[in-house]
């Protein structure tokens, strides 16, 4: 095992107390767990490299395995395949509906791993959140979920509108989306406020969208004559 490892985590801490902190430990949680929503493997990759390689994130001991080179290298592979299969028309909404389980587990991960770990973002100096495990899992689950629909809602709308030229370039935005918020959440937790609005902007047009397009192909039905 890497001498350096043993570092890079740590034991328990007791609870600090200061409500401010666990605010932007929750915001963290979350900013990682819905940005495994858009990609599964990111938030995990950006808390294992960020914990192994800067003093940006200390990993409490039960979630050390993501600092290995094993873990790093697995998450790396299934990335590199995330990102071919969802730039693909024809295979994205295919690969939407098998990430429907692995995004949100890896979003109960990611809560779960940061909120148990030490990060330091817009405090001082960030401390563990003193909850249940599994209810953090849960929190990231469902975080991840309602991103991980808000996605699979969208690309639909996207593809139609553009005779499925756009869902390249939509699925780098989505990358780019999950990256950024992947790193901001650890270092500036209130960002994941923006992104939440932004979301949920994007929800709204997204199912305005579709119903326009579903008046579109009803309407003319109507005027046809029987």
Known sequence: PDPGDAARTRGPDPP????????????TGAGLALSAGLNAYIPLLVLGVLARYTPLVVLSDSWAWLISPWSLG????????EIVADKLP?????????????????GGIAFATSAASQTHGAAAEAVPLDLPGPLLIVLGVLLALAAHVVKAVARPAVNLSTAGAGAPVASVVEDVASSTLAVLAILVPVFVVVFVLALAAVAVTAVRQRRR???????P?????T
């Open 221 to 225: 039905a109507k005027r046809t004559p």
């Open 213 to 219: 397009h579903r008046r579109r192909l009803i309407l």
């Open 74 to 81: 697995v998450l790396g592979l299934l990335l590199v395949v």
């Open 90 to 106: 024809s295979v994205d909404h295919l690969n939407d509906l098998a990430q429907t389980v692995v995004r949100p587990a890896a």
């Open 16 to 27: 600090s107390g200061r409500p401010a902190d666990d605010v932007l430990e929750l915001l």
